[in-house]
C-alpha cells in the first residue's frame, strides 16, 4: 500500500540564552515562519517555557 509524504510545516527550535540574566539557562521554544528555519517567532512572548526549581 502506498502512503502519501508527510507534508512538513515548520520547525521547533528550543534553546536557552547563555547570558549572565538571572534566567540564562531557562527553556524557550520558538517556531519557524512557515517552512524557513532562518526565521521564527518565539512562543509565550519570549518568556521561558521550563524553568528549572531544583538549581544547575
Known amino acids: 500500500m502506498h502512503q ?3 507534508v512538513y510545516a515548520g520547525y521547533l527550535l528550543v534553546y536557552f540564552v547563555g547570558s ?3 534566567d540564562d539557562e531557562r527553556i524557550r521554544m520558538a517556531l519557524s515562519l ?3 528555519p ?8 519570549g ?3 521550563l524553568i528549572s526549581s531544583l538549581g544547575t
Open 34 to 36: 512557515g517552512n524557513d
Open 20 to 22: 549572565p540574566a538571572a
Open 4 to 6: 502519501p509524504k508527510p
Open 38 to 45: 532562518l526565521h521564527y517567532r518565539e512562543l509565550n512572548a
Open 47 to 49: 518568556k521561558p517555557i
